[in-house]
């Protein structure tokens, strides 16, 4: 079974850059979360959804984040403009209630 | 005080032994407990769910103690791959703005063969 996939598995690009990172859901999922994870920080929730509706964006740092999530298999996560204290490790999880599936990961580095 | 707290180790154990760790959380309001294994350079796996009677799963077992607000996780017979971070995850009730789902900051995990 296909899990959950984001993409690109590695971004670098310069500060000031937009950058957008991608998940699909494991289908049949109906809660998506974006989380970041840095040393420091550990592992913080970004925003999820319920049904392709926002929840909780409170996590998302400031304005300069967005998240979309269209329709049930896919959703973005997009930085303009990117920063070099953005540089983390971004992962994407879904859920049908309950635990939730991580994907890979995406690791961004913003120089 | 943080809404979740774990000690963040490591816990250097030698194979074959057992070892427990606790997660503690600060609002009572908090519905629903897990926990995760992340290795090195990879993404959270859900380990198992906590319940109120608590859960054992081969040689894990999660407890729930509610009124010292806290999950405790504990492995037997310790095997080489066990060795990675746990994170705790409490979350609240489901379906509104109020919904919080707070990951620990882990506790790492060392086997020693």
């Known amino acids: 079974d296909a899990g959950v996939i984001q993409s690109p598995r590695h971004e670098v690009t310069e500060m000031g850059q937009e950058v957008t990172l991608r998940c699909k859901p494991i289908?049949?999922?109906?809660?998506l979360f974006w989380y970041r994870q840095t040393m420091m920080r550990g592992l913080e929730l970004l925003i999820y959804f319920n049904n392709n509706v926002p929840i909780d964006d409170s996590g998302m740092p400031e304005d300069r984040f967005s998240a979309k999530m269209p329709n049930a298999s896919f959703s973005t996560l997009k930085i303009q403009p990117s920063e070099p204290r953005d540089s983390a490790v971004y992962f994407c999880a879904s859920s049908p209630g309950g635990g939730q599936h991580f994907g890979d990961g995406t690791r961004l580095s913003i120089l | 005080r943080k809404e979740v707290e774990q000690d963040p180790g490591p816990f250097n154990v030698p194979e074959g032994a057992t070892v427990a760790f606790n997660c503690t959380y600060s609002?009572?309001?908090?519905?629903?407990f897990f926990w995760y294994r992340q290795d090195c350079r990879k993404e959270p796996k859900l380990l198992m769910s906590?319940?109120?009677s608590g859960n054992e799963d081969g040689r894990f077992t999660a407890q729930l103690n509610r009124a010292s607000q806290y999950i405790s996780l504990l492995i037997r017979d310790s095997k080489l791959s066990d060795s990675a971070t746990y994170l705790c995850v409490v979350t609240r009730a489901g379906g509104n703005r109020d919904d919080k789902i707070i990951f620990g900051k882990g506790t790492r995990l060392h086997i020693l063969p």
């Open positions: 609002n009572s309001a908090s519905q629903s």
């Open positions: 289908s049949g999922h109906n809660s």
């Open positions: 906590v319940y109120s």
